[in-house]
């Protein structure tokens, strides 16, 4: 890799566990390559999760190219575990990655794409981006949301149980982590769950090997152009992890359908029934990262960008990793994404013609 460090072939936007499957593979290239992380450490999106939060695989079902995750002191490991996992990966590889840096913009350059981050520019052949969605939660715009006096909070923001003691906490929801969360606050306050539908629950045994399995066989059958009937369980549906299972004891795992209002100290359903709450936690998930694109007026009006696998179609030198199924499937999670890294830098590799 003898280019010099403004100019890459390819130029790897993130520092998580997209990027780093990414670059595992680039590394076999033969292509000169750079990673962008904006975080000061290495882990990605793991560096915000909650304190609690564990993977519902097993380490040998939650690893990345090359290396697998050692095993972990429980079934499922800490998200402690999976940041210490990523830190020795990106070290035993000698990964280039330079931190922390904000990209604020991609630009076309004639035929390479120009990456700015401050002062700094970078001019590469191919640009992968895999900033994920953590930086960009969601929250629904319900109405008198603004004249709540209560705290509100997103999980990407959630830390742990303790500051919510005694309250009255509303969890809006309804996938793995509004159940997790649910699961710790209800020990230590009074919960209210709201689900747009009676939340789907999966058999004990069921865990992320399971659902893998599954989106696998999903995208086999996508590439063979064959129909499958899905079995109940996709990567949404929760995963009866031991909190979650004790929270079912409790008989906490009950959950509302949508208010129709905020109130000042509470919200309200259409019916006209009322429940006063002290804070909401927002568990409705997150939208790509992807404001460093709109330069290259690829972002659609849905807040992705149309892609063929993971190659953009109105910028073919410009791949997405990592985001979710429209990037391939399970390819937002630590074992599903190697599936989508290998294809992509072979993409690549063909596009650029090898070294």
């Given at each position: 890799?003898?280019?010099?460090?403004?100019?890459v072939d390819?130029?790897?936007?993130g520092?998580?566990?997209?990027?780093?499957?990414t670059?595992?593979c680039l590394?076999?290239?033969?292509?000169?390559?750079?990673?962008?992380?904006?975080q000061?450490?290495?882990g990605?999106?793991?560096?915000?999760?909650?304190?609690?939060?564990?993977?519902?695989?097993?380490?040998?079902?939650?690893?990345?190219?090359?290396?697998?995750?050692?095993?972990?002191?429980?079934?499922?490991?800490?998200?402690?575990?999976?940041i210490?996992?990523?830190?020795?990966?990106?070290?035993?590889?000698?990964?280039?990655v330079?931190?922390?840096?904000?990209?604020?913009?991609?630009?076309?350059?004639?035929?390479?794409?120009?990456?700015?981050?401050?002062?700094?520019?970078?001019?590469?052949?191919?640009?992968?981006?895999?900033?994920?969605?953590?930086?960009?939660?969601?929250?629904?715009?319900?109405?008198?949301?603004?004249?709540?006096?209560?705290?509100?909070?997103?999980?990407?923001?959630?830390?742990?149980?303790?500051?919510?003691?005694?309250?009255?906490?509303?969890?809006?929801?309804?996938?793995?982590?509004?159940?997790?969360?649910?699961?710790e606050?209800?020990?230590?306050?009074?919960?209210?769950?709201?689900?747009?539908?009676?939340?789907?629950?999966?058999?004990?045994?069921?865990?992320?090997?399971?659902l893998?399995?599954?989106?696998?066989?999903?995208?086999?059958?996508?590439?063979?152009?064959?129909?499958?009937?899905?079995?109940?369980?996709?990567?949404?549906?929760?995963?009866?992890?031991?909190?979650?299972?004790?929270?079912?004891?409790?008989g906490?795992?009950?959950?509302?359908?949508?208010?129709?209002?905020?109130?000042?100290?509470?919200?309200?359903?259409?019916d006209?029934?009322?429940?006063?709450?002290?804070?909401?936690?927002?568990?409705?998930?997150?939208?790509?990262?992807?404001?460093?694109?709109?330069?290259?007026?690829v972002?659609?009006?849905?807040?992705?960008?149309?892609?063929?696998?993971?190659?953009?179609?109105?910028?073919?030198?410009?791949?997405?990793?990592?985001?979710?199924?429209?990037t391939?499937?399970a390819?937002a999670?630590?074992?599903?994404?190697?599936?989508?890294?290998?294809?992509?830098?072979?993409?690549?590799?063909?596009?650029?013609?090898?070294?």
């Amino acid at each position: 890799m003898s280019a010099s460090p403004s100019a890459v072939d390819v130029l790897v936007i993130g520092g998580g566990q997209s990027a780093l499957a990414t670059a595992w593979c680039l590394k076999r290239s033969g292509l000169s390559f750079l990673l962008l992380d904006e975080q000061a450490t290495p882990g990605g999106a793991w560096l915000h999760g909650w304190d609690s939060l564990r993977l519902f695989s097993p380490a040998t079902w939650s690893s990345i190219p090359g290396w697998p995750m050692p095993a972990s002191a429980g079934t499922y490991p800490t998200r402690a575990e999976v940041i210490d996992y990523l830190s020795r990966y990106e070290a035993r590889y000698q990964l280039p990655v330079l931190r922390p840096v904000h990209v604020d913009a991609v630009e076309r350059d004639g035929d390479h794409l120009r990456v700015r981050a401050g002062e700094r520019q970078w001019r590469a052949r191919a640009v992968v981006s895999a900033t994920g969605t953590w930086s960009h939660p969601y929250i629904p715009d319900y109405p008198g949301r603004s004249e709540f006096a209560g705290m509100q909070l997103h999980s990407a923001h959630y830390v742990a149980p303790t500051p919510f003691a005694g309250q009255r906490v509303m969890i809006v929801g309804g996938g793995n982590s509004g159940a997790q969360i649910l699961a710790e606050v209800s020990q230590v306050a009074e919960t209210l769950w709201i689900t747009p539908e009676p939340p789907l629950f999966l058999a004990d045994e069921v865990d992320g090997r399971v659902l893998f399995e599954r989106a696998t066989e999903r995208w086999k059958a996508q590439q063979e152009g064959r129909r499958i009937e899905q079995p109940v369980g996709g990567l949404g549906d929760i995963v009866m992890v031991e909190p979650v299972r004790e929270a079912r004891s409790r008989g906490v795992l009950v959950s509302e359908r949508p208010f129709a209002r905020f109130t000042e100290h509470g919200v309200e359903w259409a019916d006209g029934r009322h429940a006063e709450v002290d804070a909401v936690i927002w568990c409705t998930g997150f939208r790509p990262a992807l404001d460093h694109l709109q330069p290259l007026g690829v972002v659609e009006a849905d807040g992705k960008v149309a892609v063929e696998g993971t190659r953009a179609l109105r910028q073919p030198n410009l791949w997405l990793v990592g985001y979710g199924e429209w990037t391939g499937a399970a390819s937002a999670t630590l074992i599903g994404v190697t599936r989508t890294a290998r294809s992509t830098v072979s993409e690549i590799v063909a596009a650029l013609g090898g070294h």
